[in-house]
């Protein structure tokens, strides 16, 4: 019996026991806060800020104590971020307001929710708002957790459910706002949303601005659809990048078909870009006084700005999201994506205009924001950079290419009309080149063209006996080191260097028609087929299996600006004897009326130094390998470019009446700046190129560093110097590419004046004689 009694008693004390431990931890779950997040404050892109907390039915900020990295990744995957990069303390991203909900705050990283983690408490806190952390997440979102991070579960997805009517247009501007929760689409009330709350739509997918809508018509169609509401309203302030940066709205009582009596679901119309919308925009600038230069994208580049005829960068101190999405909208983009600092998409030249931009996110235009005009201690490192949201133009599924090593690079084939329906077809090769390629990068968003490619069929061009054996080396692309004439004939030697220069891509068999011929591309089109091209009468007598278009596509690309001020200063005439241009003469560098001068007789040459200057994002380098350069015997060096650089002499009225002729003898890093290294030397016959933030220089005295000016007459005329004149060669930005002064010659001296980059000439006051410097 006295058995049974402690049986009973340690059974029921186990009972008790195990009966407290599942309360605990009920009480526990049930005990830990719902609470929403959200990255705010003065920041540059929209994956990172100041870690605010909304709990309670109050928006609060974080202390830094105690945070650490594994708290950053609890916060950015509650955002939908799959990871974070950092966190900063000390309000990087500005003081926030209200209660400081979290302090001493201590995450495993393994936390769904940053409540799960160790703190104080909710609204226990010794710290001031100058200690409000903040996170960088990475850009990469979690699958299916993409826009909006409710209270109650996250929505999946957000799109413009078009109409009928419009769901042909491209792109899409106007149709009712739906989210994606819980795998099913749902429409929002419209009670309580705002033009802000449209702004931010229309901003995310590309578009500039709103406008009003039929509402009648929307009515009707509401009535004739079955509804399935959201149940949470939005509140934006109409500066969010995103809709995920809005504040979360009053819930929404769902009562099946009685749910938003008073209203309807929300519909947007949105304002395309001009350069998107199907006929002439009307409401933008003619002649926007912001301009984008050296992105790769469409809707990316470095900011430059006009003042009184002259276009300057902008300093980065204080550049934000707010900003960059003023310079969007104005160029007809919807909001910024982010805000970039630090010359990331290339450093500009000329003046910094603007400095501490501060906008409130309204204005017209960059012009129009608060800024200071002292841009002492800002150089063009710290130059602002934006990428903007662009619509979806669907231009991507037009192009595409085949057969290559990597998605960035391969056979162009486009989707063009053969007898009444749309089939992929190839590009006749003839007249391609580096234009035409960056167009299709562009268009496929594979940023920048390294290459313009004609490829061919190694099937169809040599011989079966001999097919097997170069393949492999060809497709290699490094066979001519291995070859000799000693070991190969000599037809096998010249199909090997033959193949250095061509590539070799399978592309789809079905595709090997031609659809597209006589491309001729500006370089600034967003398409293909936007460029000149003979149309639907096809004209490509070498075929386009044989002889298709090919191209190879970058991230990153080389800019090259010569420096104005140095041509200036250092321009001035010699008589040389025509004995001593023996080299110069061989290398066309002197007029034809030199052919045949006598050896004791006179050139005048206008001499000038040059230094070139890489702005860009990656070297640049000859397109041709070195196995391809020409040796030039009499000056002993190798031309690794056919033409790198052309010098004439215009009449005020373009007429070309002297010109030089530079071939590329030596590309080389003659100087850097701080902190690079020299990578290209061409002593001992090193590689050739130019490299990021390195200079290279061609001194007034070397050979063919001149314009032969024997034959030209006294007066006033345009001096002009033009880099890598063929675009042999791709780069970021060609506008500042070409050089102009105004240049004075009376007989015996010359006057070299007003040198400046791009492609305009400025109409310039008249001078008089003593202000201008004889050289």
């Not at 009330?189 to 590309?206: A, D, K, L, P, S």
């Not at 998107?276 to 470095?302: D, H, N, T």
Request: proline content about 3%; overall charge neutral; some cysteine.
């Amino acid at each position: 019996t006295e058995l049974h009694i402690i049986c009973f008693s340690i059974h029921c004390l186990l009972s008790i026991l195990l009966c407290m431990w599942a309360l605990c931890h009920a009480q526990s779950d049930s005990s830990t806060p719902v609470i929403q997040l959200r990255l705010a404050g003065e920041k540059r892109k929209h994956y990172e800020g100041r870690v605010e907390v909304y709990y309670n039915g109050e928006w609060g900020t974080v202390c830094d104590d105690d945070f650490s990295i594994y708290a950053a990744q609890v916060v950015c995957r509650q955002l939908g971020y799959l990871d974070a990069v950092s966190w900063h303390p000390s309000s990087k991203y500005g003081r926030g307001e209200g209660r400081i909900w979290l302090d001493n705050v201590h995450c495993s990283g393994r936390e769904s929710s940053l409540a799960q983690c160790e703190s104080n408490g909710f609204g226990v806190s010794d710290c001031k708002h100058t200690e409000d952390v903040g996170v960088v997440c990475s850009q990469k979102r979690i699958p299916g957790f993409r826009f909006i991070n409710t209270l109650a579960n996250s929505v999946e997805d957000i799109r413009i459910r078009a109409t009928y009517s419009h769901r042909k247009r491209i792109p899409i501007t106007e149709g009712f706002v739906e989210v994606k929760d819980g795998g099913k689409w749902r429409q929002i009330c419209n009670e309580g949303w705002t033009e802000m709350n449209t702004r931010v739509v229309c901003g995310m997918y590309g578009f500039p601005g709103e406008k009003g809508y039929n509402t009648r018509a929307y009515k009707l169609l509401a009535k004739r659809r079955r509804k399935n509401y959201w149940g949470h309203s939005v509140n934006c302030t109409g500066n969010e990048a995103e809709l995920s940066d809005c504040k979360l709205g009053r819930e929404v009582e769902l009562k099946g078909n009685r749910t938003c009596e008073q209203g309807m679901p929300v519909v947007i119309s949105c304002i395309p870009g001009r350069a998107f919308a199907p006929s002439v925009s009307a409401g933008f600038r003619k002649q926007p006084l912001v301009r984008l230069r050296g992105g790769a994208m469409i809707g990316e580049g470095r900011v430059e700005v006009l003042k009184n005829g002259e276009w300057g960068t902008v300093c980065d101190d204080n550049w934000n999201i707010r900003a960059a999405t003023v310079v969007c909208r104005e160029l007809g983009f919807g909001s910024a994506k982010e805000a970039l600092t630090g010359g990331q998409l290339g450093q500009g030249i000329g003046p910094v205009h603007m400095n501490e931009v501060e906008c409130s996110g309204f204005e017209k235009s960059l012009t129009e924001c608060f800024f200071n005009r002292d841009v002492l201690g800002c150089s063009h490192e710290e130059d602002a950079a934006v990428r903007c949201n662009v619509p979806a133009m669907g231009f991507h599924t037009r192009l595409r290419l085949s057969g290559g090593r990597n998605p960035y690079e391969g056979r162009v084939e486009v989707l063009g009309e053969r007898n009444g329906s749309l089939v992929w077809g190839t590009v006749c090769s003839d007249s391609w080149g580096t234009m035409e390629a960056m167009v299709v990068c562009r268009q496929l968003g594979l940023g920048f063209a390294s290459n313009a490619f004609q490829v061919r069929s190694l099937e169809q061009i040599i011989p079966n006996s001999l097919y097997e054996k170069v393949k492999p080396r060809c497709q290699a692309q490094w066979m001519s080191m291995y070859c000799s004439e000693q070991a190969f004939t000599k037809q096998y030697l010249f199909l090997l260097l033959f193949c250095q220069e061509t590539w070799y891509w399978q592309g789809d068999s079905s595709a090997d028609a031609v659809v597209m011929s006589g491309v001729r591309c500006s370089g600034t089109e967003l398409t293909l087929d936007q460029c000149l091209h003979h149309g639907k009468h096809i004209h490509c007598p070498r075929g386009g299996g044989r002889f298709a278009a090919g191209v190879s596509c970058t991230e990153t690309a080389p800019d090259l600006v010569l420096n104005a001020q140095v041509v200036e200063q250092t321009t001035y005439l010699e008589d040389r004897p025509m004995y001593a241009l023996q080299c110069a003469q061989e290398e066309n560098c002197l007029s034809s009326s030199a052919k045949g001068a006598d050896t004791n007789s006179y050139r005048r040459l206008l001499r000038f130094s040059s230094q070139i200057h890489n702005n860009g994002r990656s070297d640049f380098r000859p397109r041709a390998g070195h196995q391809s350069w020409i040796w030039h015997e009499c000056h002993r060096h190798f031309h690794s470019m056919e033409v790198f650089t052309h010098y004439d002499l215009l009449s005020l009225n373009g007429t070309k009446v002297a010109e030089g002729h530079k071939a590329s003898f030596c590309l080389e890093d003659t100087y850097c700046d701080e902190g690079i290294q020299k990578t290209y030397v061409c002593a001992n016959f090193g590689s050739q190129g130019i490299t990021v933030g390195c200079w290279d220089t061609y001194r007034h005295d070397i050979d063919c560093q001149w314009i032969d000016v024997t034959d030209v007459k006294p007066g006033d005329y345009i001096f002009q110097v033009v880099i890598n004149p063929n675009y042999e060669v791709a780069e970021s930005d060609y506008t500042n590419n070409i050089m102009k002064c105004r240049c004075r010659y009376d007989g015996n001296r010359i006057w070299t004046y007003n040198c400046h980059i791009g492609f305009k000439f400025k109409k310039c006051h008249q001078i008089n004689n003593k202000n201008i410097t004889a050289q």
